[in-house]
């Protein structure tokens, strides 16, 4: 994108921000209506969506996919009017999103919105390679707020998402794709031409609102659905996969979670940078998916991607412990399923080659591609915009990994795996909530918890085989 361009669209951002004050409201349902033309690389869509008290008035906004554009906004079925411009969006793949903004004259409790827009979905060089989203002619990769804003947004960037419903949604692909969201799929019927989807779920994270279309064939093993491209290798895989994930899930409700969303699991072959976890959806490369059984890297991506929903704990974006719950958890409580399935053996030497990893990169300032690592940070010393920047660093999987397993190694095994449950089991926790729960069950290594916590220190009784 040209320098011009982007200054163009920050000149409209500042003047549409400081004309008014944008009054955000949360959606407490959705409806959408889908339909995907991968071969224009478009979408065509309404949707309907429900505030917890209506609309009050005042001036209202909301943010799509910039490439997206609002034909028609109704309330109560009468036609509102709006505007639509481009803004520079942080939690868009491309950088840029379609901030669409109206006028409610009086409020209205009962409102219900009805918006439909239209559009395409083309890659883009604006960040990393891992943004994957797009449609295209392999299908249908879209995330939702913090990647790609398929449906509408009453969120501004870079602040906490939440949680909300989508009572009643209906995905149109052509026939020969297979569609998969999230939640409860209802039905798949064809007709005309179209492969039709209809799905539901309740309280999920706006995060969380993936879909993927491709040529899929299905294996389904009781409430484990695999979703795999039709080659022997990946048939083969897909069995195995189908047990695996049985088995972590297994261990996983027993030891973590309790109540995660585990009723249907949804396992899809993704293309490259497709490794994602998303509410009862795991999406695994095809060099993972296919190689499932041949190395221990696949099976612990699977496990990382599957554990996520299991050690979800809410922190604020302002928060201190933000990063290290939300990439730093699921990056080492995965091993414990592992750990209890393939042998303490396995795990302990897996281990040993993080130090080793850890320290070589910490001394020598680059990853194990020759890449320059970022500058090392304390855990409790990152902030929320800081996540992208360490959360495949050498901090946030290198050294997670050896604090948490610093701490089964100084509780024991029984009594870490209740202090976890204690942990991710919560509905919410804050950095000094942290804290204190680490010092409840080890109340003898107040300084060390600080030390790891707070510092970049590594003293010799951290290291695994210290005293021996």
């Not at 490369?285 to 041949?294: E, G, Y």
Request: hydrophobic share 40%; net charge neutral.
């Amino acid at each position: 994108m040209k320098i011009n361009k982007i200054l163009s669209i920050l000149f409209i951002s500042f003047l549409m921000l400081s004309s008014y004050c944008l009054a955000m409201e949360k959606a407490t349902d959705y409806k959408l209506d889908v339909t995907f033309i991968p071969e224009s690389s478009s979408m065509k869509a309404n949707a309907v969506i429900k505030f917890a008290d209506g609309l009050a008035e005042g001036i209202k906004v909301f943010y799509l996919h910039g490439e997206l554009e609002v034909s028609s906004i109704k309330i109560a079925g009468e036609e509102v009017k709006f505007q639509q411009a481009p803004v520079v969006y942080a939690y868009e793949y491309s950088l840029i999103a379609k901030q669409v903004t109206f006028t409610i004259e009086k409020p209205l409790p009962s409102a219900e919105l009805r918006i439909e827009y239209a559009g395409f979905f083309h890659p883009s060089a604006s960040r990393s390679a891992s943004d994957y989203m797009r449609i295209d002619d392999d299908g249908v990769f879209l995330r939702a707020f913090q990647y790609s804003l398929w449906f509408p947004i009453f969120l501004e960037d870079k602040t906490d998402s939440y949680a909300t419903n989508f009572s009643d949604v209906t995905l149109s692909v052509p026939e020969g794709f297979k569609t998969v969201f999230v939640g409860e799929k209802i039905s798949e019927t064809i007709k005309d031409g179209q492969n039709i989807t209809k799905w539901r779920v309740s309280g999920i994270n706006l995060i969380h609102l993936q879909v993927t279309a491709q040529r899929y064939k299905v294996l389904e093993r009781e409430n484990v659905h695999i979703y795999f491209y039709d080659n022997e290798k990946s048939q083969t895989a897909a069995e195995q996969i189908a047990l695996l994930v049985r088995q972590l899930v297994k261990y996983n409700s027993k030891y973590l979670k309790k109540n995660a969303k585990t009723d249907s699991l949804f396992i899809l072959e993704m293309p490259e940078y497709g490794n994602i976890s998303a509410h009862n959806m795991v999406g695994l490369t095809s060099d993972v998916f296919q190689n499932i059984n041949s190395e221990e890297y696949p099976k612990r991506t699977l496990a990382h991607e599957l554990v996520h929903p299991f050690v979800s704990v809410k922190v604020s974006r302002d928060d201190p412990l933000f990063c290290l719950a939300i990439e730093g958890f699921p990056s080492y409580f995965h091993l414990l399923g592992l750990r209890h399935f393939s042998g303490k053996e396995k795990y302990n030497e897996f281990m040993v080659r993080v130090e080793k990893w850890f320290f070589k990169q910490k001394e020598s300032g680059v990853d194990h591609r020759g890449n320059k690592l970022p500058v090392e940070k304390p855990f409790m010393k990152m902030s929320a915009d800081d996540y992208s920047t360490y959360k495949d660093g050498y901090i946030l999987w290198g050294k997670t990994k050896l604090f948490f397993n610093y701490l089964l190694r100084e509780m024991g095994e029984e009594k870490f795996l209740v202090f976890t449950s204690d942990l991710v089991n919560r509905d919410s926790i804050k950095e000094k909530e942290f804290v204190s729960l680490l010092e409840k069950y080890l109340p003898s290594k107040k300084e060390q918890i600080h030390t790891w916590l707070y510092t970049n220190d590594f003293p010799e009784e951290f290291k695994i085989n210290a005293g021996k």
